[in-house]
């Protein structure tokens, strides 16, 4: 015996007067896009919705073995480079000059940042 059952959104009482044992709902939920998903623009975020917030965070920071370059980057990003093994940061290392300078704990270096608290 199959017994089928039909739920609106305005039910706010179900009963069932049978002998059922099992009762199967099923619902289908709106897909929603990040895109659509808005708000105010924050801070370094100028982005007015999700997808696009989400996109400017994923270009601020990156993870490989090769060196990032394009014209997402900006002063300020961090790299972790994986095929050595150190953090580096995107800075003006000399009048309208960028690099990536790692960025290293307690090793003082002409050609990285050393990190203490004294720096902070």
Known sequence: MSISLEISTNVTD???ES???V???SSAFP???ASSILFEAYNTLTATNIQE???QLADQDFRSTTTPTGSNI???DTWYDTDDNQLKVYRETSAGVFEWVPIIIGNISPDSDTLDAGAF
């Open 14 to 16: 179900l009963t069932v």
């Open 19 to 21: 002998d059922v044992t």
């Open 23 to 25: 009762i199967e709902i």
């Open 31 to 33: 897909t929603i896009n």
């Open 53 to 55: 917030a989400l996109e």
């Open 74 to 76: 900006e002063e300020g």
